[in-house]
């Protein structure tokens, strides 16, 4: 298996400050006005892409038991029609190549969508 | 071990390389001798020893006899090398295995390597890519996949640029290597990439510089300085004073090109009858004498602009690839004249090994794809359906198991761990939804247990699907692939197109029916059915194009007499790696015949060249002579000027020496092709005036005649040939004109054949043949005739004249000449 924990030395620095710029994203996305300031984390995001790290917001997209690239928390008392509705940590790639690793798992809280 | 081919190579003219596809990127293995990525193809062969690379190329100059480079260029001919240490002349494909064999001892991973994707230039026809099968062969690979330099190139360009900046569009690939020029014209959309054209000339290329430096600085100043000189018998003859010299100034002189690109002078040293020699050259001297052959490549970017209705601005880019184009000189000349952004992004040397080995990550090994040859101890065998290529998030998965599959589990893993089945109970049917990473090469693991979570053995352990990447959808044919049939009418024989240029392989022909144009008697001696199989343009003639093959159905292979008129149906395939096979099926005996073609040697010798280029003469003078007496003065001038060149052409063939070892007679050889092409289009366009002369005279005869004495009936079909016929006359199209032209023949034979006093005239022009055979029978016919002709009974008379016809010896009726015995 090819992927990497958030501890790994190589990744870990990058890992951290991804972390930091998602919630920075998050905090932004909630004010009021804060798009002048979006349009500089994008830029910022790119040019982590450039280096071959991508972050990823699984938020909305559906989920079951196959999906590795997620540590699930499972909200309510159902196991079917699984959604992710909130995102702790986002998931992160490093592209090698034309292949990525999953230098983190994203941490999600999921229920069922019917649920919602 | 992966199921996907991963190696790819590129077996260029002056070096090689060999890559390998890891998880979704390229690792070029460097030469672990010189730690470069390429490697000379260059082969020594040394008393005890055969060194392949810069250890051989070390040796080009010291012993020039024992070395070999280049030898690409001679790829599917029948020229070999004679070696000073070797007993045998070594051919292009032994050295080409040598140097197959050398890049795999890079590999040091302890693989074994037994399946690659080896390029080959797109202007390389059905022999030249067997010849290259052929070597891969002798080097130990069990299969093959060839792969076109310039979609090799596109496909490393197109996995290097972001997805954003490569979206549907055009563009072309320039690649002027050591030996070889093509320019492709290359399209994506759909995320698919293919070849929709080509042009390209198999003899042009860096060592061609070389050998201009040779023949333009050095010989003349050896000339100046020293002794008089020739380059074609003192330094290019095998026989040659100065053949050895020859060799290790190319050396020299490739060092010098190179060294132009970076400086503006070089300078060329040597030793020459012991005394040294200094030759300086300049960047612009340099750029003198490759100005002529790079606007020859500057001609074919615009005639593949023109035969695709494109202009500059319809293409994205021209990539720049080989090792050539590092030549500051060609980069702004071909932006200059072609009108179009070149780009340079890649590295020239790597491009075409980085895309082999994409595509290698996408090819499944031949020898693994067969279930049914696999062994294993479960005796489990697991068929798989899934779509390699994929836009979408997720892509269905179904497989069908065969064996046992009772308490055992499968699981499928994605190789970044970011997807996992878990353990699933096997069954005889398995479906899975496969989430995937987008943009990306996803691969899976596919691994079966027991119920102790123990490995068991299957057929099949990996896959991989990609996730928007471009794929290739097939390379397209060179040439057009056609046949020959008999033209009994002409006493000739004409092409029948099959598979047209740029047919996407690997391609199926529908059934093609033909007939036999005469009988074969089971059992009779050299009596055979030939179907020749031909390379080339299907509008020119059978002689100007080159052959594949010949599916030969011999008379001792029938089980009964073939009549003449009989059906074979015909049926043709090209793999991808361009094997042409034919089946034949004659329904009459209830037979097949197939035979596969893989030819891998084209011959050319000094004489023939020189032989082909005068006939080729002649042929021009006797349709000159034809056009004069026509007073058709545009054709005489169109074929002056031909012959001019052809002139030209000749002054050259006659200077080569019947042991030349350079490519110079393959380059001439291209020549009188080319020449051929023209003067056949140029004599074809007048065949149409001539078609149209002829339907028009038979147009009017016949419409003279039913006016005159035809029926209702005679003038429906009548109208009916002639309806449409704006469609063949203008412009003219000679199949149509042809076909028109017998409809209305048959029709004014009809009706002639009605008239009694062409009858009569025909009755009597037999009964002055009779002599020939005066039998009972034949008197009795005629009696019988003349009686008809007093009781006006013209429909028994017209039954008496083909009785009559028949019954003439075989060798007064006229005598019609079948070449291949089918049409």
């Known amino acids: ?28 996305n909630k004010l009021v006005g804060g798009e002048a300031l979006l349009r500089n984390l994008d830029r910022i995001k790119e040019q982590f892409e450039a280096w071959g790290y991508s972050l990823e917001n699984p938020s909305g997209q559906p989920y079951d038991e196959t999906r590795t690239d997620c540590d699930a928390s499972i909200a309510g008392e159902s196991t079917e029609n699984l959604v992710i509705i909130d995102v702790i940590k986002p998931l992160i790639r490093y592209r090698d190549g034309m292949g990525s690793i999953i230098v983190q798992r994203a941490v999600v809280v999921v229920r069922d969508r019917n649920s919602l | 071990m992966s199921l996907t081919i991963d190696f790819g190579i590129d077996l260029g003219t002056t070096n090689s390389l060999i890559a390998k596809f890891v998880n979704g990127s390229v690792e070029i293995f460097k030469n672990p001798g010189t730690w470069k990525d390429t490697t000379p193809s260059v082969v020594a062969f040394r008393k005890d020893r055969i060194l392949v690379g810069d250890r051989a190329r070390a040796f080009q100059e010291k012993d020039p006899a024992n070395v070999v480079g280049h030898f690409k260029r001679k790829m599917g001919t029948t020229e070999s090398f004679p070696i000073g240490h070797a007993r045998e002349p070594k051919t292009p494909v032994e050295l080409s295995a040598h140097v197959l064999k050398e890049l795999k001892t890079f590999i040091q991973t302890g693989e074994n390597v037994d399946s690659a994707v080896i390029t080959v230039p797109a202007s390389f026809d059905v022999i030249q890519s067997n010849a290259t099968k052929k070597a891969a062969e002798e080097a130990g690979f069990k299969s093959v996949v060839l792969l076109q330099e310039p979609i090799a190139a596109s496909l490393a360009y197109a996995n290097q640029a972001s997805s954003r900046e490569f979206t549907d569009g055009k563009w072309l690939v320039y690649d002027l290597g050591g030996g070889t020029f093509d320019v492709a014209l290359v399209k994506i959309e759909n995320g698919e990439m293919r070849v929709l054209d080509h042009e390209g000339d198999n003899f042009l290329g860096g060592t061609d510089f070389d050998r201009l430096i040779i023949e333009n600085f050095i010989v003349p100043h050896i000339s100046k300085h020293h002794e008089n000189v020739d380059m074609a018998s003192d330094f290019q003859s095998a026989s040659g004073k100065y053949n050895a010299l020859f060799f290790a100034l190319m050396h ?7 060294e132009l690109s970076n400086r503006t002078s070089t300078e060329i040293e040597f030793e020459f009858e012991g005394e040294d020699v200094v030759v300086e050259i300049t960047r612009s001297d340099f750029e003198g004498i490759i100005r002529e052959p790079i606007a020859r490549t500057a001609e074919m970017v615009r005639s593949i602009l023109t035969r695709n209705s494109l202009t500059p601005r319809d293409l994205s880019f021209i ?3 080989g090792g050539s184009t590092y030549i500051p000189y060609i980069r702004s000349r071909i932006e200059e004249l072609a009108q179009i952004p070149v780009k340079t992004d890649i590295d020239p040397t790597t491009a075409i090994v980085s895309g082999a080995a994409y595509f290698a990550g996408t090819q499944e090994k031949q020898i693994i794809a ?8 479960s005796g489990l065998i697991v068929k798989a359906v899934y779509e390699k290529t994929s836009k979408d998030s997720t892509e269905p998965f179904f497989a069908r198991v065969t064996g046992e599959t009772s308490g055992l589990f499968y699981r499928i893993l994605r190789s970044d761990g970011g997807f996992d089945t878990g353990l699933r109970e096997l069954k005889e049917r398995i479906s899975e939804d496969l989430r995937l990473v987008p943009d990306s090469y996803n691969h899976f693991k596919f691994t079966t247990f027991d119920d102790r979570n123990n490995e068991v053995d299957t057929n099949f352990r990996e896959f991989q699907i990609a996730h928007n990447i471009i794929g290739v959808s097939g390379q397209p044919l060179p040439e057009d692939i056609c046949i020959e049939l008999d033209d009994i009418e002409n006493e000739t024989s004409h092409l029948r197109l099959i598979f047209p240029r740029n047919t996407i392989l690997p ?36 002689e100007s194009v080159k052959h594949i093959g010949t599916l030969e159905i011999g008379s001792s292979e029938l089980n009964r007499d073939l009549l003449k008129g009989a059906e074979i149906e015909l049926m043709f395939e090209v793999s991808e790696s361009r094997d042409v096979t034919v089946s034949a099926y004659i329904q009459h005996s209830d037979q097949a015949f197939k035979q596969v073609f893989q030819p891998k040697e084209r011959e050319v010798k000094t004489e023939w060249l020189q032989r082909d280029v005068e006939s080729l003469l002649d042929k021009i003078d006797s349709h000159a002579e034809e056009a004069k007496r026509r007073d058709d003065t545009e054709l005489l001038r169109e074929l002056r000027v031909l012959a001019k060149e052809v002139d030209r052409l000749e002054d050259r063939a006659l200077c080569l020496s019947n042991d030349d070892v350079t490519d110079v007679k393959f380059q001439l050889e291209d020549e009188k092709n080319r020449l051929a092409r023209q003067v056949n289009t140029s004599i074809q366009s007048r065949r149409a005036e001539i078609l149209l002369d002829e339907y028009f005279d038979i147009k009017e005869q016949c419409s003279n005649l039913i006016a005159e004495s035809g029926s209702d009936r005679n003038r429906e079909h009548f109208t009916e040939i002639v309806e449409g016929e704006s469609q063949f006359v203008r412009p003219p199209s000679p199949p149509l004109l042809k076909a028109k032209i017998g409809e209305l023949h048959n029709l004014y034979f009809s009706v002639l054949w009605r008239q009694p006093k062409f009858l009569t005239a025909e009755f009597n022009w037999i009964v002055e043949q009779e002599k020939l055979n005066d039998s009972d029978s034949v008197q009795k016919l005629i009696e019988q005739g003349q009686i008809a002709i007093i009781d006006n009974d013209f429909d028994s008379l017209r039954g008496i004249i083909f009785r009559l016809y028949d019954m003439m010896p075989k060798e007064k009726r006229r005598r019609r000449e079948a070449k291949t015995g089918i049409g």
């Open chain 1, 1 to 28: 298996m090819r992927t990497t924990s958030a501890g790994d030395s190589a990744h870990s620095g990058i890992v951290t400050i991804l972390n930091q710029l998602f919630a920075l994203e998050n905090k932004v």
């Open chain 2, 252 to 258: 020299k002189a490739e060092e010098a090109k190179k």
């Open chain 2, 319 to 321: 990539l720049l690839v």
């Open chain 2, 370 to 377: 067969s279930a049914d040859n696999f062994e294993n101890n």
């Open chain 2, 507 to 542: 391609a199926k022909s529908p059934t093609v029916t033909v007939s036999a144009t005469r009988s074969v008697s089971k059992g009779s001696l050299d009596d055979a059915l030939y179907i020749n199989v031909l390379e080339g343009d299907s509008s020119y003639l059978p």
